[in-house]
């Protein structure tokens, strides 16, 4: 059964304060691993798809990277507006749909 | 493109009654998935639909069913709803493996 664990639950900074989110994964072949944003009470807005060992996506101050057993979401001199949960998933090759199974997610909270 | 859409946002229901969402996807997505997200926990993944056909599903008892229609829009029905059911229901839809997500469906179960 595939698994997603994300650490650390919870993450607070200061502005400016770079740090990395962790996501360990066990699949059955990877298709692609997925990272969303998903802000109180609202819905998972989408951020990045890798799909090989080796690979890096960057957008503004988030870079993510994967390796063949974690990922890791980076963010750089993080602003308070960064604050959210940030979520990562995994879709299965074999898998006949495009069925995402998720971490818990990492609480970030970046303090002016 | 109106993203993806998901009625009504919030919902308050009793012990016992059925009750049923719905999600418009985005246009040009053919492919609607649903998850439920408790409190402070990761979405988990309940079924997925395809060509009006349940493609996956999730480990969700019988009591949660759904439909896709010939536009693509999907509803989903619990049945005898328990307090445990209270949490964040997510609409996904998908082309080619990337889904995004509507801004869920608040159900409240008391």
């Known amino acids: 059964e595939d698994q997603v664990t994300q650490s650390p639950e919870a993450l607070r900074l200061q502005e400016g304060e770079s740090s990395s989110l962790n996501c360990s994964y066990t699949?059955?072949?990877?298709?692609?691993l997925f990272w969303y944003r998903q802000d109180p009470g609202k819905g998972p807005e989408f951020l990045f798809t890798l799909y090989s060992a080796g690979e890096e996506k960057e957008k503004e101050r988030l870079k993510a990277t994967l390796t063949k057993k974690e990922s890791f979401l980076h963010i750089t001199a993080p602003k308070p507006e960064d604050s959210a949960t940030y979520l990562c998933a995994v879709q299965a090759r074999q898998a006949a749909g495009n069925k995402l199974t998720f971490g818990g997610g990492t609480r970030v909270l970046v303090k002016p | 493109d109106a993203g993806v859409t998901q009625s009504p946002t919030h919902l308050i229901k009793t012990r016992g009654q059925q009750v049923t969402l719905r999600c418009s996807p985005k246009?040009?997505?053919?492919?609607v998935s649903w998850y439920q997200q408790a409190l402070g926990q990761g979405p988990q993944f309940i079924f997925q639909y395809y060509e009006e056909e349940e493609r996956q599903r999730g480990n969700f008892p019988d009591r949660f069913s759904g439909h896709q229609f010939p536009n693509y829009s999907s509803e989903l029905n619990v049945n005898a709803l328990l307090l445990g059911d209270s949490a964040l229901y997510l609409c996904?839809?998908?082309?080619?493996?990337?889904?995004?997500f509507g801004q869920g469906t608040r159900l409240t179960v008391v």
């Open positions: 996904a839809s998908s082309l080619q493996g990337w889904s995004f």
């Open positions: 699949v059955s072949g990877l298709r692609g």
């Open positions: 246009s040009g997505h053919d492919t």
